[in-house]
């Protein structure tokens, strides 16, 4: 061309795929309802923590206590309402390192890395207080939960085997309250 360079440019803001690609893999990684992560999620988490070398480590399981009642007496937007507050309660006194996850329905599991057994009650008694606070200060629907916990000091130990235990006792203090 008359001895002319040349030059197209073709040009394409990637902005909205980059926004839609962050939407896709926050929500496969989030909880829709509560806003904590999943199930996915948490158990990337254990495998990670799995391979750890940091231990003592101690699992907690969660137990929305009555939510089949309060889903038949007060609708499934009251239901989602106390797990989302549920969510929020467990969550506060947590540590920074502490790692929640909605797992189930009405469970949740919070891992807690470099925590002993002493130190696992200490966070467990922190979120009881909470819900008693919560419970105390509310003219609505008190939440009550139940929770398991199970402490591994050894690298031998399974995670998955330690948080089936979690289950076991949270299920055993269910019966009991």
């Known amino acids: 061309m008359n001895g002319n360079d040349l030059l197209i440019c073709n040009t394409r803001n990637i902005d909205h795929n980059i926004e839609k690609e962050k939407r896709l893999e926050h929500s496969s990684l989030y909880d829709h309802l509560t806003g904590v992560p999943n199930r996915a999620f948490f158990d990337a988490m254990m495998k990670r923590a799995q391979t750890s070398a940091q231990r003592p480590l101690s699992l907690l399981v969660c137990d929305l206590d009555f939510l089949k009642t309060i889903n038949d007496q007060h609708g499934h937007a009251k239901g989602d309402e106390i797990l989302q507050t549920t969510a929020k309660l467990i969550q506060s006194p947590l540590r920074k390192e502490d790692f929640i996850a909605r797992i ?31 419970n105390f200060d509310k003219d609505t629907l008190p939440i009550y939960i139940s929770i398991g916990i199970e402490t591994v000091t050894d690298q031998k130990t399974l995670l998955k085997d330690a948080l089936y235990e979690a289950d076991m006792k949270m299920y ?4 009991i309250n």
């Open 104 to 134: 189930g329905g009405d469970e949740f599991a919070v891992i807690l890395p470099g925590a002993g057994r002493k130190e696992a009650l200490s966070v467990v008694k922190r979120i009881q207080n909470t819900f008693k606070e919560y």
């Open 172 to 175: 055993r203090n269910k019966q």
